[in-house]
């Protein structure tokens, strides 16, 4: 069906048809905010925001006998570096289509559709964050105007990565899952397992010990990653192990499960420890101005009504350390 812009009569002249009873707007009237669960969602009030770190110490030993207490430095992280956009959208109509098809209709809340047009954009832009998830850079094609987004971290890695760079200059930390020999595995019990594991060796910024507790697991919703994903976990609830005949103990860690409906691949996953996520660690989203529905405005020379809607908000990560991805290409 074609459409016009302004929307006028000629664009949808069902609705000044008296013989149709029933016209209403096919949209979901309801639609959830998915990035909340993974992203830290932070309200900025500068136009560049910029962050950077300081690593723990590396200095306690024990101390022989007139020995000199040694000392150390912490190390400075990386910075990032965070800029305001403006994303915005308008709906346009003429007078008579306001007047004698919408308003005579009972459709006026399609000025709404600005508010759910708005949710759906930013669910998309930020899931493709995930959905690139080995790239430092992508073309986001999401909107009528396409733009390059910078796909990394501080260190210059992308967020699935064997070379997230450590502040220390020491061994570089990877969130590649892996069981130590098989990469990017697949989602299944040992997949799992993996994720786990691959999650304890990551190190902080001098080497320490961080304990990783992954909590949430990410992957599109329906795909095979999630079907899977509730077979195990059901079959870990029963205590029975995934994918086997016998009845052997299985791992105690339960999760939750993040279906996100805007990723786009049926293969790729990702667990992340939820605890951590915070302006230090994880998926940021700097926000400088929710979404706000500007007053309608009325052309005094044509008479065309305009409603327009828009935010600011800026998007991206420093430190990904509380997350481990996989294309799920190896079994």
Request: contains cysteine.
């Given at each position: 069906?074609?459409?016009?812009?302004?929307?006028?009569?000629?664009a949808a002249s069902d609705l000044t048809d008296l013989s149709i009873q029933?016209?209403?707007?096919?949209?979901?009237?309801?639609?959830?905010?998915?990035?909340?669960?993974?992203?830290?969602?932070?309200?900025?009030?500068?136009?560049?925001?910029?962050?950077?770190?300081?690593?723990?110490?590396?200095?306690?030993?024990?101390?022989?006998?007139?020995?000199?207490?040694?000392?150390?430095?912490?190390?400075?992280?990386?910075s990032k570096t965070y800029t305001q956009s403006f994303f915005s959208g308008?709906?346009?109509?003429?007078?008579?289509?306001?007047?004698?098809?919408?308003?005579?209709?009972?459709?006026?809340?399609?000025?709404?559709?600005?508010?759910?047009?708005?949710?759906?954009?930013?669910?998309?832009?930020?899931?493709?964050?995930?959905?690139?998830?080995?790239?430092?850079?992508?073309?986001?094609?999401?909107?009528?105007?396409?733009?390059?987004?910078?796909?990394?971290?501080?260190?210059?890695?992308?967020?699935?990565?064997?070379?997230?760079?450590?502040?220390?200059?020491?061994?570089?930390?990877?969130?590649?899952?892996?069981?130590?020999?098989?990469?990017?595995?697949?989602?299944?019990?040992?997949?799992?397992?993996?994720?786990?594991?691959?999650?304890?060796?990551?190190?902080?910024?001098?080497?320490?010990?961080?304990?990783?507790?992954?909590?949430?697991?990410?992957?599109?919703?329906?795909?095979?990653?999630?079907h899977r994903a509730q077979e195990i976990l059901n079959g870990l609830k029963?205590?029975?192990?995934?994918?086997?005949?016998?009845?052997?103990?299985?791992?105690?860690?339960?999760?939750?499960?993040?279906?996100?409906?805007?990723?786009?691949?049926?293969?790729?996953?990702?667990?992340?420890?939820?605890?951590?996520?915070?302006?230090?660690?994880?998926?940021?989203?700097?926000?400088?101005?929710?979404?706000?529905?500007?007053?309608?405005?009325?052309?005094?020379?044509?008479?065309?009504?305009?409603?327009?809607?828009?935010?600011?908000?800026?998007?991206?990560?420093?430190?990904?350390?509380?997350?481990?991805?996989?294309?799920?290409?190896?079994?």
């Amino acid at each position: 069906m074609a459409t016009n812009v302004p929307f006028d009569l000629d664009a949808a002249s069902d609705l000044t048809d008296l013989s149709i009873q029933k016209i209403w707007i096919k949209s979901k009237a309801d639609l959830k905010e998915y990035h909340k669960e993974y992203y830290y969602v932070e309200p900025v009030t500068d136009y560049i925001v910029k962050d950077s770190s300081i690593t723990a110490l590396d200095s306690f030993s024990k101390i022989p006998e007139n020995a000199v207490i040694p000392a150390s430095s912490p190390y400075q992280g990386f910075s990032k570096t965070y800029t305001q956009s403006f994303f915005s959208g308008m709906l346009r109509i003429t007078r008579p289509m306001w007047r004698y098809g919408l308003k005579a209709r009972k459709l006026e809340g399609i000025v709404t559709e600005l508010r759910n047009d708005a949710i759906r954009f930013k669910e998309t832009v930020l899931a493709n964050v995930f959905n690139n998830m080995a790239s430092t850079s992508y073309q986001e094609t999401t909107g009528r105007y396409a733009y390059t987004v910078t796909n990394s971290g501080g260190d210059g890695a992308a967020p699935k990565s064997t070379a997230h760079t450590r502040e220390d200059g020491g061994t570089n930390w990877n969130n590649q899952i892996t069981d130590g020999t098989t990469v990017n595995m697949d989602f299944d019990y040992d997949g799992l397992k993996a994720a786990y594991k691959t999650a304890q060796a990551i190190k902080g910024g001098i080497g320490e010990t961080l304990d990783i507790n992954l909590s949430h697991l990410l992957c599109k919703k329906e795909s095979s990653v999630h079907h899977r994903a509730q077979e195990i976990l059901n079959g870990l609830k029963r205590g029975e192990q995934p994918g086997t005949a016998n009845r052997e103990s299985v791992i105690e860690n339960r999760y939750i499960i993040t279906a996100n409906p805007y990723f786009s691949n049926d293969a790729y996953w990702g667990m992340i420890d939820t605890s951590m996520n915070s302006d230090k660690f994880g998926l940021q989203v700097k926000e400088g101005m929710a979404l706000v529905l500007d007053p309608q405005f009325i052309d005094y020379d044509t008479k065309e009504i305009k409603y327009s809607a828009g935010m600011d908000f800026a998007y991206g990560f420093n430190d990904v350390r509380n997350l481990v991805l996989s294309d799920g290409t190896n079994g």
